[in-house]
């Protein structure tokens, strides 16, 4: 893969977000432009495998194996990181949130009022199926394929991954903790790059990813609806 693709596949997420959020100041159109990143640079890439009768990248987009290990690990990882974020936010939360000034910005995003459940199961279902198909599944099998070394693909998608999370941690949180928090998205990341290379499927850390954004919407729910 050339320089460029790879740049495209590494940025393409980011400035997604930038257009949507910073740009539009909407989640709802946010939403739209980076999953329907997410989704259709795979899905093109399976579509083009399949015209060409190349060797089509299916594990990567209808991962089928589900091994037992893999879903308690990812459960169990899960409810960990489901307990740490809540009982962080319920200890600390005085500290990086501007309560009001964070429920006010979020209403210029459009992230509250009637259609803030749909957006809450995005974030539950949608988010974690197409961030980890996307990033566990297809870009790093492309470097891997690639012949780049395992551990260095997992810490590169980890990082393209955290990038673009700065662009929504910054502004929700208060200094100086804002540019702390994307060191645990960073982590994370590396844990379900692990996942996925070691149980070769997706679903551990599909259901790992859903219980940690399911401890984000509890903060939510617990300080901005």
């Known amino acids: 893969m050339d320089r460029f693709k790879l740049a495209m596949l590494f940025l393409g997420p980011t400035v997604m977000i930038a257009a949507g959020l910073q740009g539009m100041h909407s989640v709802p159109l946010t939403f739209a432009l980076f999953y329907g990143w997410l989704l259709l640079v795979p899905l093109g890439s399976y579509v083009l495998h399949r015209r060409t009768g190349a060797r089509a990248d299916s594990q990567v987009l209808t991962e089928r194996k589900r091994q037992k290990t893999d879903i308690l690990l990812g459960i169990g990882?899960?409810?960990?990181?489901?307990?740490?974020?809540?009982?962080?936010?319920?200890?600390?939360h005085p500290l990086f949130l501007d309560i009001p000034r964070l429920k006010g910005l979020l209403q210029?995003?459009?992230f509250s009022g009637e259609h803030t459940i749909w957006l809450v199961l995005v974030l539950l279902v949608l988010n974690p199926l197409l961030e980890e198909t996307y990033w566990r599944g297809y870009v790093l099998r492309k470097l891997t394929d690639g012949k780049v070394r395992p551990?260095?693909?997992?810490?590169?998608?980890?990082?393209?991954?955290?990038?673009?999370?700065?662009?929504?941690?910054?502004?929700?949180?208060?200094?100086?903790?804002?540019?702390g928090l994307v060191l645990p998205v960073f982590a994370a990341g590396l844990f379900w790059g692990w996942m996925r290379l070691r149980h070769a499927s997706l679903t551990g850390s599909v259901l790992s990813h859903s219980f940690a954004d399911a401890g984000i919407m509890c903060i939510y729910f617990l300080y901005l609806s």
Request: aromatic share 20%; proline share 4%.
């Open 151 to 179: 551990s260095m693909a997992v810490f590169l998608t980890s990082l393209f991954y955290s990038l673009y999370h700065v662009l929504s941690i910054v502004p929700i949180f208060e200094r100086p903790w804002n540019i």
């Open 108 to 110: 210029a995003w459009h």
């Open 77 to 92: 990882s899960g409810a960990a990181f489901f307990g740490a974020i809540v009982a962080a936010a319920v200890q600390f």
